[in-house]
């Protein structure tokens, strides 16, 4: 019985288990999105949350020193654990947890498999805050359109007033 065993051991031992973690982690980090299994996606989504919060505590030099131990001793990565807390790190840390991302891409066509992307939430670009519509050209269309209902109202209204102007500049010249 597996009562109260909350792992998932992802059909590994304990040291391979922990080298895939590490490696996918480093990953995650570097590359701010992955694309692996679902539930690789889900056991990294449990190891890499609670390293990225330890980049937030940052009350001291000792403090930060030993958060860098930690989460160095965690991925064994000195490039991962530079850009967690240098990049990562600041902008992350007015988010109160929750991370990753994880989105379901459907199966793999080899062994059934479900794919999953997961990334870091504050790194998306397409439907996060750092969207920005003014950069991009308004759509054309090939095909001329009919001029909208306002624009026509007042191109009505416009050729009126110039002959109404035109009237009183006659009654004025008499």
């Known amino acids: 019985m597996r009562h109260g065993d909350k792992i998932n051991n992802l059909g590994r031992k304990k040291a391979h288990r922990v080298a895939l973690l590490q490696n996918l982690a480093s990953q995650l980090i570097t590359h701010k999105r992955i694309v692996t299994t679902l539930a690789k996606a889900k056991a990294l989504r449990t190891y890499i949350e609670p390293l990225i919060t330890k980049t937030k505590k940052n009350e001291s030099a000792t403090q930060i ?46 062994d059934n498999a479900e794919k999953a992307m997961i990334e870091l939430v504050d790194f998306n670009e397409i439907y996060g805050k750092g969207v920005d519509k003014a950069a991009e050209p308004a759509k054309k269309t090939r095909r001329g359109r009919a001029p909208k209902k306002a624009e026509a109202a007042a191109q009505a209204e416009a050729p009126a007033a110039t002959e109404e102007t035109s009237s009183t500049e006659e009654k004025a010249a008499e």
């Open 65 to 110: 020193s030993h958060n860098h131990r930690l989460v160095f001793a965690e991925l064994q990565d000195k490039a991962a654990v530079k850009e967690l807390f240098t990049v990562v790190g600041p902008k992350i840390a007015s988010r109160p947890g929750g991370y990753t991302r994880i989105l379901k891409l459907g199966i793999r066509p080899g």
